[in-house]
């Protein structure tokens, strides 16, 4: 029996990841170019890791089994050390702090830009593969680190599309929370289980609502389906002290603030948290920055189980509609803070730090919704063949338009039916189609095409202005250039 031919392999991007193509990687770089400018602006410089680190300067310990499964793609090299992709581009840093901590300055300002990986369940809008946006200071322990951090990101959302008025930048700290637990009785390792329940609640009030959390905090909560979840089992006394801490926002920073000196009563670092997030509203002010861009709010609590100081998220204001046609507020697209014992696990010693992520599929979906971005790019001018043996009359036009600087292409398929070589103009989405036929190169001209005119004037233009501006011009071959610039808008 004759052998089967060997299967062909499927033409499908793995589970989890997805391709992008020409509009989306272009609208990503020039978003991603801006922020650039912003951080460079900053006084911050660039950094590029390897995509791969290894398992033990990523964080992650191996388990039981063949291969580490906690998050990351890894694997074992010939050396029987384990590899991995990178999960973020904060425990990268971490590793070229401590390596290269006699060579670099101290605080050193890093800003890295670049895919990660997940090895996470995907979901809708959930992938394993995205990119990342951050920014950092290691080694400085001031709290001006942190309002510059604050600073920088509002005009980074400025400076991208994101119009003042329609963002808010949040700064909390966790130093306050930590008072709060203290006057509820949590402070001491013996309460080290019921603090980290008490952080895991208050992490899921957008979720679950203040009810939600509340009874995360005592007893515990039974969801939908049955499945019931252990509570932190403060009585209700203490439980009201933490939920006031999530409440704690006024109508000025001032009073928030206030609010928070009186929740923490005598913690003494409490009292420390709320004179940091004094001294970063007094600073932001000093620079310009009011609370119509950056403001105190106790109610920003994500993160407070790894950060240690200053908190910061970026929040959108607009609404949007969802895909069943409710609106809904598009919400946070960057957040951020102080992370002191970065470089900790590789020397022993405390490196504080601090530092913002601007999660780039959500700004991008963002700018969309403000109509920010086309959603599509402007494809080359397309010079048309009309015979072969002319090819190189129509490279040197190419070239011309290029040094120029216009974007151009000779068309380089079968030229034998024109209406594919517009057709294919077309789906490059190219604004002019250049055409010289024998009858036109004996003349010295050449004929423009444009191509998006003559969409809009075939949809809806009147006779007039069909007269007034025709799709098709013709013109000398030695104004070829400045026809295009014209015909571009250039």
């Not at 400076?159 to 909390?172: A, C, F, H, Q, S």
């Amino acid at each position: 029996m004759a052998d089967k031919p060997p299967r062909r392999p499927r033409a499908e991007t793995p589970k989890g990841f997805r391709d992008y193509f020409g509009a989306e990687v272009t609208e990503r770089k020039a978003m991603l170019d801006r922020i650039a400018g912003v951080y460079h602006r900053y006084g911050f410089d660039p950094l590029e890791t390897s995509a791969v680190e290894t398992v033990e300067a990523l964080g992650k310990f191996l388990p039981d089994v063949d291969r580490p499964n906690e998050g990351v793609f890894a694997w074992q090299d010939e050396d029987q050390d384990w590899l991995a992709l990178r999960y973020d581009l904060t425990a990268p840093l971490a590793r070229v702090a401590a390596q290269y901590r006699n060579d670099l300055p101290s605080p050193y300002r890093r800003y890295a830009m670049g895919p990660v990986w997940r090895n996470e369940k995907p979901g809708p809008g959930r992938f394993r593969q995205f990119y990342q946006c951050d920014a950092d200071t290691v080694g400085s322990a001031s709290v001006a680190a942190d309002a510059e951090i604050c600073a920088m990101l509002a005009d980074a959302l400025e400076t991208v599309g994101i119009p003042r008025g329609d963002y808010v930048v949040k700064v909390n700290n966790r130093k306050v929370l930590n008072g709060v637990m203290e006057v509820a009785g949590l402070a001491g390792e013996d309460k080290h289980d019921e603090r980290g329940i008490v952080l895991r609640a208050i992490d899921k009030i957008d979720r679950l609502g203040p009810e939600g959390v509340r009874a995360l905090l005592g007893e515990g909560r039974k969801d939908e389906s049955g499945d019931f979840t252990k509570g932190a089992g403060l009585t209700a006394e203490q439980a009201e002290v933490v939920m006031g801490f999530t409440t704690a926002r006024r109508d000025t920073g001032p009073e928030t603030l206030a609010r928070l000196r009186e929740l923490v009563g005598g913690s003494a670092v409490g009292a420390e948290g709320v004179a940091e997030l004094e001294a970063i509203a007094a600073l932001l002010a000093a620079q310009g920055y009011g609370p119509e861009r950056i403001v105190i709010d106790p109610g920003v609590v994500r993160g407070l189980g790894y950060y240690t100081g200053p908190v910061f998220e970026a929040e959108l204001t607009f609404q949007i509609t969802d895909e069943k046609g409710r609106p809904r507020n598009f919400g946070s697209v960057a957040g951020g803070g102080r992370y002191d014992g970065l470089v900790r696990r590789f020397t022993g010693q405390d490196v504080p730090a601090t530092g913002v992520s601007i999660g780039v599929d959500r700004l991008l979906a963002a700018l969309r919704a403000k109509g920010r971005v086309a959603g599509s790019s402007e494809g080359p001018v397309v010079v048309t063949v009309m015979d072969r043996d002319r090819m190189a009359d129509y490279m040197a036009m190419v070239g011309e338009l290029r040094q120029a600087g216009i974007r151009a292409e000779a068309y380089l398929g079968n030229p034998k039916n024109f209406g594919n070589q517009l057709k294919y103009a077309d789906k490059r989405g190219a604004p002019v189609a250049v055409i010289q036929g024998g009858d036109e190169a004996a003349a010295g001209m050449v004929i423009l095409k444009d191509l998006i005119l003559g969409a809009k004037i075939a949809q809806s233009a009147t006779l007039e202005e069909w007269k007034d501006r025709p799709a098709q011009v013709e013109v000398p071959r030695g104004e070829l250039v400045a026809a295009v610039k014209r015909m571009l808008g250039a």
